[in-house]
């Protein structure tokens, strides 16, 4: 590995620059070229990166250093062809190379050819003395053309080389996680932590797959380990806050919240949490408070939006809510999310001009009129306003009388207002699979024993 910042590599880039001030020509052999192109690419300096080379294969034009940087320069250009035929030129004279075999693979995967590459990067790995960064290329090909198998082998290969190497062992559990490999991912986090006891890496991760596991004081200790090996990561401690706050014991999930806060810059995300929770603890003015600052912090954020407006809708601030949805509409126009909150918004206050608004801007953004429909039903039906849920439904059926889930909605609501023959004949119970009964049960409990019985 060449060293850029080295006494050599300055000389010949101050030497190069002074040469363009003056306009001299200076002679430089192919390393040094190599070295200045290298130099300005890193800087994303593309400009003086194609003046250097195309002086350097002037003055050098048998190099094959300097033509597969010519490559890799045209394969930033995404001119592809030419970058192959450039390659296939090269490997006539140097067949052995492993870069020819990665650059040919870094062409087929930018173009979506994921077996191609894969081919090309076993080729290379077969000229490669150094397997590690091949291997973990060929986990990414394989992970991008969702072969989660076969990723997660070679992920595997690059921990058992590099235990340190967190990246790829965030990617291999992920490949597990896809196919519902969890004792394989915690028999690997364990043999990790045999090695180095104090990986919090690897707790974090053990914590997180025990979360799922549904062992939540094996999580927390689990956390609780990660921070004893690294008191100032931020991640356990925002883990550990969201489990103590899923289980109910909000006060310490704060105390958590804060303290990552104290480990890192100020982020919009854990001033959500804090807030989320002063919320549910019926702390009305901090959780505003800490709302607002998330908001602050990161106007871009919709998931920060999206809880403010929630907020002030629970708390029947209609006019607060809505406030902040238009000005949060405003920096996210294409956020679908907070599209629907003022889809739910102006329905909740009769505003029925403005829910057509939402309603179409929604299906510019690629939403379905059934699928709008049910959201908005649903929304009204979590709050029992059986009325508007109705409403909606009944405009629903006429609009897509053969949608059987728009159907379902409805005669959940005919029931919901004692108009039960209506709904019975509507629903027919005995016609419903079982897929169709678990969605009605679920959408309306009190009324799962009727499904049963029938």
């Known amino acids: 590995m060449l060293n850029y910042n080295s006494e050599e590599a300055q000389s010949s880039i101050s030497k190069f620059e002074q040469m363009l001030k003056t306009n001299l ?42 033509m597969l940087l010519q490559s890799e320069m045209l394969i930033l250009d995404q001119k ?14 140097h067949p052995f190379d492993e870069e020819i075999a990665l650059q040919k693979a870094s062409i087929a995967s930018k173009k979506g050819d994921h077996k191609t590459s894969v081919k090309q990067l076993h080729q290379a790995l077969n000229n490669s003395e150094n397997p590690l960064d091949i291997w973990n290329l060929l986990g990414m090909e394989h992970l ?39 004792e394989k991912a915690t028999a690997c986090l364990n043999k990790i932590l045999e090695y180095n006891p104090y990986c919090e890496v690897a707790w974090h991760q053990l914590g997180k797959i025990l979360i799922k596991s549904g062992k939540f004081k094996e999580a927390l200790s689990a956390f609780d380990f990660a921070i ?32 990552a806060m104290n480990t890192t810059d100020p982020t919009s995300f854990i001033h959500k949490c804090i807030g989320r929770c002063h919320e549910n603890l019926g702390n009305i003015y901090l959780a505003k408070k800490f709302y607002l600052k998330s ?10 939006w999206e809880s403010l407006i929630l907020f002030f809708i629970n708390q029947k601030k209609y006019s607060k809510a809505e406030y902040y949805l238009n000005r949060a509409l405003e920096i996210n126009s294409d956020s679908t999310n907070l599209w629907k ?19 179409n801007r929604l299906v ?23 009325v508007n849920a109705y409403e909606f439904a009944e405009e629903a059926v006429s609009s897509f009388p053969k949608n059987k889930n728009l159907a379902l909605r409805l005669a959940g609501c005919y029931l919901n207002l004692s108009r039960i023959e209506e709904g019975l004949n509507l629903l027919n119970p005995s016609s419903l699979n079982a897929s169709e009964k678990t969605s009605f049960i679920k959408l309306f409990p009190n009324y799962g024993k009727l499904i049963s019985d029938m």
């Not at 800087?43 to 990166?49: I, K």
């Not at 592809?80 to 004279?93: H, R, S, W």
């Not at 290969?157 to 969890?182: A, M, V």
């Open 144 to 182: 991008l053309a969702e072969e989660f198998e076969e990723a997660s082998f070679f992920f595997k290969k690059c921990i058992d080389e590099s235990p340190e190497d967190y990246p790829s062992l965030y990617n291999f559990l992920y490949c597990l996680e896809q196919t519902g490999q969890i």
């Open 228 to 259: 004893i090996s690294d008191d100032t990561f931020t991640g356990a401690y925002i883990e550990k806050g969201n489990l103590l706050e899923s289980i109910g014991k909000t006060n310490e999930a704060i105390q958590n919240y804060e303290v």
């Open 80 to 93: 592809y062809d030419m970058a192959l035929e450039l390659l296939e030129y090269i490997e006539k004279v």
């Open 25 to 66: 020509i200076y002679f430089f052999d192919a390393q040094e070229f190599e070295d200045i192109v290298i130099h300005y690419l890193g800087f994303g300096d593309n400009q003086l990166a194609e003046k250097a080379l195309k002086m350097g294969l002037d003055q050098h034009p048998g190099s094959h250093e300097l």
């Open 341 to 359: 909150k003022s889809l739910e918004l102006n329905a909740l206050n009769g505003k029925q001009e403005r829910v057509r608004i939402s309603s």
């Open 364 to 386: 510019e953004l690629g939403n379905s009129k059934s699928d709008i429909f049910i959201h908005l039903i649903d929304f009204f039906i979590e709050k029992k306003v059986w």
């Open 295 to 304: 908001i602050q912090l990161e106007p871009s954020n919709e998931n920060s």
